[in-house]
């Protein structure tokens, strides 16, 4: 009897000591994307604030990680050699086929070390610990292996309809390194659709962005990339884990290379089609690509070239041959200079019978009607999964997504789901995922921080989709609320959030540089101020930033106004010439609203712009001595006019502006 109380004893004392340890284990801490492999130890560990490598190449990696730790904390760490001690963030260097060129391990007790196969890996797992920080000072204890399920984690952004600076870029660069997205594809020509502009393709806009000494000019004058520059951004990115794919998209979509040489045109199909009978198409885009891969440093420096072939028409068994004869010959000379060449998939759509060889290169499978996944497969082909569906935003567009539903890509997607076909996780043949924002509407109103605003958040979910995959664990409710803590990336606000509000300023005076936070607020803001009113003339400013101005008398109008970027706006408010005068700008992600001594003036929200032709007009009554003065449009487009407002120097006003106050909406 005695034995087997003892025996319940220790079952009792095991099973409380078992119950005390679960609760106190540490659940796996919530990173994007989300750790593949988590075993939760008991308690943290504070930082000593020591980054210990073991191997001379990580130097660098422990050297961002101080940088980024204090733009996120405002704490220092600095960077060691020699043994690790208690509370020390230790980088190594192991061999281990497991983890491949990407993956990690994490083992945190009394120190925190990291190792992973590769310099690369290293520092995605540095990215985690600065996330892991982000929330907390001290480090969970546990150990997590985390290996990324596919290759290519990227974005493709349509620079060629909408240009983006540098500066931008490199921010957006930063963000993608701070979710572990690995490519970067720039789409660096395109145009916009002629129905806007008249119907007549020489007065609708075709850029190409990026300078050359080949064909001078050719580069848009309202924003493209020197040669210096796209090579910099480049090795910026390299330094972050990051690939760029610079694409040169034709024979169709190359209006910008028809407006140069009108002779290469298609009388045809249009001028932003090539004349593929047309020899010189061939002498254009060879020498074209030469002036970007050639020599010992070459300005396109990565392993990948995208070369379009997008959206050609197909009307002609003739024309099709033709097609894949232009593919195949692109191709062929890509690999010639040593890189893998990446095509939107359109061999679906141009079916013939001539050779288009897979061998060394990537398809990007973004339509179905224009490659079909089973074919695309058993022809050999490597492919990037990107379904235009579930994975596209064309900002205020009236097809595709304005504003991806975020839900769907988390619970439904993976870079195995093509759309039409669904292969299985991990097949070899799948290269990787991305989704694309496209600016297919030129003159929507659409700024710069508007698209970033649209990315952001499909950034977080992809990024958990391409690393994670089909490991993925946290409900998406919870993701949904827990991402946004993460913010954009160390040392970046491209959202314009406004830390510590109200923030106030009693006095506004001309012509100074004001010392805020921010140079131009975010949505979802309100900037109030006070004017004692004087006469001001056309153009008087009172506010700048990097991309918006705030005028007190606009330049056309002489009335309440701004710009952003290139588009000009005003209310329907011009101030008076004498008087005391409240003013309050509410902005909001799709509209900016007026208010005057506290009431509601104006909301300037979307508008909808049409095409109107005269085949459009009314004749619903033919015959009548009367006819109305009225058009069914086929063709509109919304336009934005939402603000985010300037605050990095004052302009030269006359009024008094005092009390100016910029809180939360």
């Known amino acids: ?190 145009n916009a659709f002629k129905d806007f502009f008249g119907g007549d393709w020489i ?45 040169i998209d034709s024979p169709a979509h190359v209006l910008a290379f028809t407006h140069y040489r009108p002779s290469l045109g298609s009388k045809e199909f249009g001028m932003d089609h090539f004349d593929l009978e047309n020899p010189e198409v061939y002498t254009f885009m060879d020498n074209l690509f030469k002036e970007y891969l050639s020599g010992k440093n070459p300005v396109f420096r990565g392993k990948y070239v995208n070369i379009g072939t997008d959206e050609y028409n197909n009307a002609t068994e003739e024309l099709r041959e033709k097609f894949r004869a232009y593919t195949s010959h692109y191709l062929e000379l890509i690999k010639k200079y040593g890189k893998t060449p990446i095509l939107w998939g359109a061999l679906s759509h141009a079916y013939g019978r001539t050779p288009v060889n897979p061998k060394g290169a990537i398809l990007g499978m973004w339509s179905p009607f224009m490659a079909k996944t089973k074919d695309m497969k058993a022809d050999g082909w490597n492919m990037i999964s990107m379904p235009d569906w579930t994975v596209y935003t064309v900002p205020l567009a009236d097809y595709y997504h304005d504003i991806l539903p975020n839900d769907n890509i988390y619970k439904n997607w993976t870079p195995a789901d093509f759309g039409d076909t669904k292969l299985k996780e991990q097949d070899p043949q799948i290269a990787g995922g991305m989704f694309a924002l496209w600016n297919d509407l030129y003159g929507n109103g659409i700024t710069v921080h508007d698209v970033h605003l649209r990315i952001m958040p499909v950034l977080q979910a992809m990024a958990v989709k391409c690393w994670t995959g089909q490991l993925t664990t946290v409900p998406y409710d919870s993701f949904e609320t827990q991402r946004k803590e993460l913010g954009e ?69 002489g009335k309440l106004g701004f710009k952003r970027e290139a588009y000009f706006d005003h209310f329907d408010y011009a101030l008076p010439k004498e008087g005391h005068v409240e003013i309050t700008i509410e902005n909001t992600s799709s509209a900016t609203n007026l208010y005057v001594n506290g009431q509601l003036k104006e909301k300037l929200e979307q508008i909808r712009f049409y095409v109107v032709k005269p085949t459009d007009k009314a004749n619903h009554m033919p015959g009548r001595t009367w006819q109305l003065d009225a058009y069914e449009p086929e063709r509109s487009m919304r336009y934005q006019r939402a603000l985010f407002f300037p605050v990095q120097k004052t302009g030269n006003f006359n009024s008094r502006v005092t009390n100016l106050t910029i809180d939360k909406e």
């Open 1 to 190: 009897m005695r034995r087997l109380i003892i025996v319940v004893s220790l079952l009792i004392v095991t099973m409380m000591s078992t119950t005390g340890a679960s609760a106190q284990t540490n659940a796996k801490p919530f990173v994007v994307p989300e750790l593949t492999q988590w075993n939760g130890a008991e308690g943290t560990m504070a930082l000593s604030g020591r980054v210990v490598v073991s191997n001379k190449k990580l130097t660098k990696t422990a050297q961002d990680l101080c940088r980024d730790y204090q733009l996120e904390t405002g704490k220092t760490m600095t960077v060691v050699q020699g043994k690790p001690g208690k509370g020390d963030i230790v980088l190594a260097i192991k061999q281990d086929k497991k983890l491949g060129k990407e993956g990690y391990r994490l083992n945190i007790s009394e120190t925190c070390s990291l190792t992973a196969a590769s310099t690369n890996g290293a520092f995605w797992g540095t990215r985690t610990l600065l996330q892991m920080l982000k929330k907390q000072s001290n480090l969970p204890q546990g150990k997590a292996v985390d290996i990324p399920q596919y290759g290519i984690r990227g974005f493709m952004l349509d620079t060629g309809r909408k240009f983006f600076p540098i500066s931008y870029l490199k921010n957006l660069i930063r963000v993608m390194a701070y979710y572990k997205m690995n490519t970067l594809q720039l789409h660096l020509n395109d």
């Open 203 to 247: 007065k609708t806009p075709g850029d190409f962005r990026l300078e050359s000494d080949t064909y001078p000019g050719l580069a848009s004058k309202d924003g493209h990339y020197t040669k210096a520059e796209l090579i910099d951004l480049q090795q910026f990115a390299e330094s972050y884990g990051i690939q760029i794919i610079p694409e």
């Open 489 to 557: 990336a160390p040392g970046v606000n491209e959202s314009g959030c406004v830390p510590n509000l109200p923030v106030k300023i009693s006095d506004l005076q001309p012509n100074k540089t004001l010392s805020l936070p921010v140079h131009e607020v975010g949505y979802g803001h309100k900037i109030s101020f006070s004017i004692d009113c004087k006469p001001e003339q056309k153009g008087t400013i009172l506010t700048t930033g990097p991309d918006a101005t705030f005028y007190l008398s606009d330049p056309v109008s």
